[in-house]
């Protein structure tokens, strides 16, 4: 299954908004009837972070200006307001069917 | 908590072989799935394979089949990565990754880089 993030530099003004989209080959939906689509932070030299799962749920310690939508083969990761410890590489994971794959990944930066 | 170290990377030529380990702590190891992935500068992040928690099923990506193997010792809360006949292209920081909830990728180990290097 392919995923393809948009756009994949992302300048951003301090307390702007941000929004990432995340695109999938084929349904996301598994036979369980969960959808599988995590979203990951990457600070630079750190392991990758999560901050969303199945789609929409927000990890414990993620500030909620951050927020996954979405739903099929179409998501998103919205911030709300963009602070400076945001920066880094975002990347969408699809684990529902294997072998799970990942967008390319979208760098935030500040403007 | 979850802690994942992984060890036994390093520089190694083309057509060697190295062995990744990967020491689980902090849950219960013999109960859940695990995982390697990799992140190189061209080509991102790649799933390269999984067990399941007994390790009667295993999963490689297609670009590593054949070459590396990964396997789990539940009584030592170790997973590891043989990694065989190595190219250039499978230079890359690996993880190993715990799914302690289903389908859970919030654990992640620091990383190990493997150079495939002449």
């Known amino acids: 299954v392919m995923m393809t993030q948009s756009p994949l530099s992302l300048p951003v003004t301090l307390g702007q908004p941000a929004s990432i989209s995340c695109r999938s080959s084929?349904?996301?939906?598994?036979?369980?009837?969960?959808?599988?689509l995590t979203w990951f932070q990457q600070r630079p030299g750190q392991s990758p972070r999560r901050l969303i799962y199945k789609v929409s749920n927000r990890d414990s310690g993620v500030p909620e200006r951050f927020s996954g939508s979405g739903s099929g083969t179409d998501f998103t990761l919205k911030i709300t307001r963009v602070e400076a410890g945001d920066v880094g590489i975002y990347y969408c994971m699809q684990g529902t069917h294997w072998p799970y794959t990942f967008g390319q990944g979208t760098n935030l930066e500040i403007k | 908590q979850v802690q994942l170290v992984e060890s036994g990377g390093g520089v190694v030529q083309p057509g060697r072989s190295l062995r990744l380990s990967c020491a689980a702590s902090?849950?219960?190891?013999?109960?859940?799935?695990m995982h390697w992935a990799r992140q190189s500068p061209g080509k991102g992040l790649e799933w390269v394979a999984t067990i399941s928690y007994t390790g009667r099923d295993i999963f490689h990506v297609d670009s590593v089949k054949g070459r590396f193997t990964i396997s789990r010792d539940n009584s030592k809360n170790t997973l590891d990565l043989q990694m065989n006949s190595l190219r250039p292209e499978d230079t890359a920081i690996y993880y190993c990754?715990?799914?302690?909830?289903?389908?859970?990728?919030?654990?992640w180990g620091q990383g190990t880089l493997v150079t495939v290097s002449a």
């Open positions: 084929q349904s996301l939906v598994h036979i369980d009837a969960n959808t599988y």
């Open positions: 902090g849950f219960t190891f013999s109960g859940h799935a």
């Open positions: 990754v715990a799914e302690v909830g289903d389908r859970d990728f919030a654990h």
